[in-house]
């Protein structure tokens, strides 16, 4: 995978190299799929703790990374006002975690969706050994039926890769069933100055997402959940040291205690891309250029 699409990034104009690039279904598929298409066993060293949950957890002093990831968790739980026997599904599950937690814990019946084959075997050896009622998917969100199944769906940044994010939020309008929760956790521009991706450390980890980068400002993803018939419940706000911490005390310092065992899972030039791509994320942190929310809605019939 990576090494069939590495000539198409290398050879993309320049203007194609910035934020809300609009490819043809095929090409967004496959360029959906590169970040996350390589052996699981990166990811999941990367990650850490128990459930490898690919974005910011949630800290107390004294935590471990599995008691972060469950923190952070527990407040999606909360916000989907999730209970035993409701159906939900994660959109863009990784490697099981998540979905299987909430499956494990609150009794709840999921499905995640991927468009990453690799992460399949693992998400589903994971659902086994908890005993979980979670089943998984390859398939792209604009594949999905629509018919109203879920009373919850959710994504932890993962919206960031979708340009038609108000198609996203139409299509979830209609799997959810009535009063159904959507719940998602994503980084927002504080600015929309910042959208402009010139610079060459922005550029880098565009790159990384195969340049399907769309990060957006908080209130335009409260627009288009307005303009789709979602009810606001609720925008609950995480602090970005939570970020940093998550990446700098977890992330990095596992690339760096694992390195010899990264490198032969993937390639040196994957290792040196990826820990630029976060130490270029934590520059972004600290600029002030994002914060970090959860936005809860309801469907509105």
Known sequence: MREHLDPVLESTPTDGRKLY?????DEETVRLAYHYEVDPEFFITITGGEWNTYSSCIWEDGFTMTQAQEKKLDKYAELMRLKPGDRIMDVGCGWGGPLVYFCHKYGAIGHGITVSPMAIPVAEARAEKYGADATFEVIHWQNLPEVETYQAIFTDEVIVHFEDLGG???KCH???TPGGMMVNKELHFTHSSHKDWADSL??????????TGNYRTLSEELRLL???NFR???VYEIAMDHYRKTIDDGWLKNMR????RLLEVTTAEHYDDFRKYLKCSLFGFRKGA????????EKMS
């Open 21 to 25: 690039q609009t490819y043809d279904f």
């Open 168 to 170: 996203f939020f139409a």
């Open 174 to 176: 209609s799997m959810l």
């Open 202 to 211: 922005s550029q880098h980890i565009n790159k990384v997402y195969a340049f």
């Open 226 to 228: 307005d303009e789709n």
């Open 232 to 234: 606001i419940k609720n």
């Open 257 to 260: 205690d694992h390195k010899e």
């Open 290 to 297: 994002f914060g970090m929310h959860i936005i809860a809605s």
